[in-house]
C-alpha cells in the first residue's frame, strides 16, 4: 500500500488547478515512513483525493505529481504516458520530418512528468532522470520509449547521474538501457549536426534553441556575425549557412571549439574563425566590429540565492555588447535561468539599454519551442527568454 499524505486545509488549491507541486508546508500529516522516491497518494485534509506522486525526503518541494487521477502507476500508465507525449510531438510535425529529426520528446511537468527529460537523436533516445523516484520508473520508461517507436528505435541512453541527487547517484552510473551507440548525426532545419550524448553537456545537443536559430537565419546575410556561448555552434551553423560575411564562434571550453569547428565543416561552411577564450575579454576591444551578435550564456543562477549576482552578469554582458555593436546592428540575448524569470530579464537588459545610451528597438521577443511547451497550470516551466533588439 502506498502512504497517504494529507494537507492543511486550504493548501490543496494549487492541486486544485493542477500545479504538481507539494510543498513541505503544505502537508498535514503523513501516515507512516516514505522513502526517497516512494509513490505516495495526497488528500486534502478532509480526505479528498488529490493525485499520486514522488516522494521526496528533505526537499521543498515533497511531492511531484504524477497522476491527478486514482490510477495504479503500473507499465500500462507509463505506456499512455509516453505514447501522449509522442502524439503532442507528432501533432507538431517532429516525428516524421525529413528536414529536422531532432526534438524533445518529454519535458518534465508540462508533459506530466515531473523530473523527466527525454530527447530524440535521429532514433537514438537520452534520458534524463531529475528525481530518485523518476529515475526507479527508469526500465519501466524504457519499455513505454521501446513500444512508442518500435523497429526503428536503435539506442536509449540513461544520462541521469548527472542530474539526480548526489547520495542517490554514487550507485549508479551513466549507461545503455538498450542498443549502444556513441553518436549521430542529426538535421535540423536541414542543417547537420554531430551529437555525442556520452560526453556532451546536458543531453548532448541543446534542441530548446531550434526555431530561434532559425530565425537569426533571417537576419544574417552578408553581415559580420559573433556567436557567444557557442557550444556546438548551432547560431553559427545557420548564421553561415544563411550567407553571412563572417562568423566569429567563442567558447571557453575548447571542447565546445572542437565541436563548432566539426559542425561547420559537416556543413562545408568555411567563413568561419573560432577563438577559445572568455567572453568578457574578448568584448573588451571589439567595437564597430559586429553586425549581429548572439548572446545566450549558460545559466548564470540556478538557485534564488545567486540571482542577484546573476542579473549583475546579464547586465554587464548585455551592455558590453549594446556598446560594441555597429550602428543599425541586431543583438539576440538570452537567459536560459530559471529563477531569472523573463521580466527580471527583459528589465535587466533594458537598464543595458540605457547605461549604453543606445538607441534600441525590440524586433521580437523570443521563447522555447513547442516541444518544451508552456503550461498555464505550470508557469515555472518556461525557462528560456531572450529579445531580438535593433541597435541604432
Not at 507528432?90 to 512528468?113: S, V
Not at 551507440?181 to 531550434?210: C, I, M, P, Y
Request: net charge positive; with cysteine.
Amino acid at each position: 500500500m502506498i502512504t497517504s499524505i494529507f494537507l492543511h486545509n486550504g493548501k490543496e488549491i494549487s492541486l486544485l488547478r493542477r500545479h504538481p507541486w507539494v510543498f513541505s508546508g503544505a502537508i498535514k500529516i503523513t501516515e507512516g515512513n516514505p522513502q526517497d522516491g516512494d509513490v505516495v497518494a495526497v488528500y486534502t485534509a478532509n480526505k479528498k483525493f488529490l493525485g499520486i506522486g514522488h516522494y521526496q525526503v528533505k526537499n521543498s518541494i515533497t511531492v511531484r505529481i504524477i497522476s491527478f487521477e486514482e490510477t495504479e502507476i503500473n507499465q500500462p500508465f507509463w505506456n499512455q504516458k509516453i505514447q501522449n507525449a509522442f502524439a503532442y510531438r507528432q501533432a507538431l510535425g517532429l516525428t516524421h520530418n525529413n528536414d529536422t529529426n531532432t526534438y524533445r520528446l518529454i519535458f518534465g511537468e508540462a508533459d506530466g512528468l515531473p523530473g523527466l527529460v527525454v530527447d530524440y537523436y535521429n532514433q537514438h533516445l537520452v534520458v534524463q532522470c531529475h528525481t530518485v523516484g523518476m529515475h526507479r520508473h527508469i526500465h519501466h520508461i524504457a519499455e513505454a520509449i521501446k513500444k512508442v517507436y518500435a523497429d526503428t528505435l536503435k539506442t536509449i541512453y540513461d544520462k541521469s547521474k548527472e542530474t539526480l541527487p548526489k547520495n542517490y547517484a554514487q550507485t549508479m552510473q551513466n549507461t545503455f538501457i538498450y542498443g549502444d551507440a556513441e553518436q549521430t548525426v542529426v538535421k535540423e532545419n536541414g542543417h547537420q549536426f554531430a551529437v555525442n550524448w556520452l560526453s556532451g553537456q546536458k543531453t548532448g545537443f541543446f534542441v530548446d534553441q531550434r526555431e530561434n536559430r532559425k530565425l537569426l537565419a533571417h537576419y544574417a546575410e552578408n553581415k559580420t556575425i559573433l556567436n557567444t556561448f557557442c557550444y556546438t555552434g548551432g547560431f553559427s551553423v545557420y548564421a553561415a549557412a544563411a550567407g553571412a560575411k563572417e562568423v566569429h564562434s567563442i567558447d571557453v571550453s575548447k571542447t565546445a571549439i572542437t565541436l563548432t569547428d566539426s559542425n561547420m565543416e559537416l556543413n562545408t561552411l568555411t567563413q568561419h574563425k573560432s577563438f577559445c577564450c572568455d567572453t568578457f575579454d574578448f568584448l573588451k576591444d571589439k567595437k564597430d566590429v559586429y553586425d549581429l551578435i548572439i548572446l545566450d550564456p549558460p545559466a548564470f543562477a540556478k538557485s534564488k540565492d545567486a540571482r542577484h549576482n546573476a542579473v549583475i552578469g546579464y547586465k554587464r554582458l548585455n551592455e558590453m555588447a549594446l556598446r560594441m555593436i555597429k550602428s543599425k546592428g541586431v543583438l539576440f540575448t538570452f537567459s536560459c535561468s530559471g529563477v531569472v524569470d523573463k521580466n527580471l530579464f527583459f528589465n535587466t537588459v533594458y537598464a543595458a539599454v540605457y547605461e549604453s545610451k543606445r538607441n534600441v528597438k525590440i524586433l521580437h521577443y523570443l521563447s522555447q519551442p513547442a516541444d518544451h511547451p508552456l503550461s498555464p497550470n505550470f508557469p515555472e516551466g518556461e525557462y528560456l527568454k531572450g529579445l531580438v533588439l535593433y541597435v541604432a
